[in-house]
Nanobody
């Protein structure tokens, strides 16, 4: 499956953004999907993930209550709605499809397919 992330941009603290991850070549319906963020100078870190049918979601602590992950298998698309953005949310956001089924993972090495990333910059 090929993934393409979009929707990033430069915003001010407190603003909102919605990232999209569009898939091609294969359906995402059989994959657990996730979002990761790589801040400058840091390793890629887990942000949120969603089960195959969207019934289970998992967030990193800093995203809980501010970010919402969702998906539409019919549209072959996943989203990350980000509200109340903070400068610490700055980074390149990657969408990914997990290589194993059954358990929503937070470890990046368990994700097999990756999009190219979209840059989010939050100014204070």
């Amino acid at each position: 499956v090929q993934l393409q992330a979009s929707g990033g941009g430069l915003v001010q603290a407190g603003d909102s953004l919605r990232l999209s991850c569009t898939a091609s070549k294969r359906t995402i319906s059989t994959y657990i999907m996730g979002w990761f963020r790589q801040a400058p100078g840091n390793e890629r870190a887990f942000v949120a993930a969603i089960s195959e049918r969207g019934l289970t979601t998992t967030y990193t602590d800093s995203a809980k209550g501010r970010f919402t992950i969702s998906r539409s298998n019919a549209e072959n698309t996943m989203w990350l709605r980000m509200d109340s953005l903070e400068p610490e949310d700055t980074g390149v956001y990657y969408c990914a499809a997990q290589s194993i089924t059954g358990t929503v993972a937070t470890e990046s090495h368990l994700y097999r397919y990756w999009g190219q990333g979209t840059l989010v910059t939050v100014s204070s």
